[in-house]
Structure formats: structure tokens, C-alpha cells
């Protein structure tokens, strides 16, 4: 089955680079861009499933649209593309962290750790809450 990706950038020439890298890297893929939440949650209501979500607005924001939620629950992968403001808070959700210049070789990295996780089968690797003491 073909990889479904979702592009969430507000530099629409970002979002356009960006999408030709993951069609060079793979062409069968379903790329979905989205300039703003909006659009990115409509998009993602219409999937049953995504494996990466390529993020860089604010990551922060993505709870307030409850987009993270539904990324994980199609089995995406948040990807964090630079941003100073989102590195504390994508660090904090353990999601990895994209730095530019967005080259199809990190491009194609972070692509084949979002499968390597997929293949092992882990779909959360946010932290859990701390367990209480029983003792």
C-alpha cells in the first residue's frame, strides 16, 4: 500500500519543495498539504489512515486543533520541521525534529524512521503519564 503523507506548512514554498522531495522519494506516495489547521483537519477527517505528518507551524498549536491526536490515531508519525518555539514542545512529545536545509537525504531519513518504527509496531511513543507509588 502506498504511504500517505500530510505537508502542514504555512510557507507555501516550503510545502511545495517539500512535496516534491517525498514524490521524488517516493512516487506512488499520497502527498495532502494544508496551509492552515483548518484545512489540515479537514484533510485528515477524510483518511483512514497516515503514516507521516511533515509539521512546521507552530507544534504547540496542533493540540489546540486536537490534529495531533488525529495524526496519531491514523498511525502518522509527527515530524517537526525546524521552528525554535516547536523544539521544546515537540522534544517534550518525543517527536522528532527536522532541521534545514530540507535535503531528499533527511528528508528520506526521517522517512525511513517513521518505518522502522511502523515495522516494530510501536504507534505511540509519546510519554505516558508518571505512574503513582504504591509503595
Known amino acids: 500500500m502506498a504511504a500517505t503523507h500530510l505537508i502542514l506548512c504555512a510557507d ?3 510545502a511545495v519543495d517539500l512535496t516534491e522531495i517525498l514524490q521524488d ?3 506512488d506516495a499520497r502527498i495532502l498539504t494544508a496551509f492552515n489547521f483548518e484545512s489540515a ?3 485528515l477527517q477524510r483518511q483512514s489512515r497516515l ?3 511533515f509539521i512546521c507551524v507552530p507544534a504547540a498549536k496542533l493540540a489546540i486543533w486536537n490534529l495531533d491526536d488525529d495524526i496519531e490515531r491514523l498511525g502518522g508519525q509527527i515530524l517537526v520541521l525546524n521552528g525554535e518555539k516547536s523544539r521544546a514542545y515537540a522534544k517534550l512529545r518525543r517527536w522528532p525534529v527536522i532541521c534545514s536545509p530540507f ?3 533527511v528528508i528520506g531519513a526521517a ?3 517513521v518505518q522502522a518504527l511502523s515495522v516494530h509496531g510501536v504507534a505511540d511513543a509519546r ?3 508518571p505512574r503513582k507509588s504504591t509503595g
Open 12 to 14: 507555501q514554498v516550503v
Open 25 to 27: 522519494l517516493q512516487p
Open 41 to 43: 483537519s479537514s484533510l
Open 51 to 53: 503514516d507521516a505528518a
Open 103 to 105: 535535503t531528499p537525504e
Open 111 to 113: 522517512l525511513a524512521s
Open 127 to 129: 510519554p505516558t503519564a
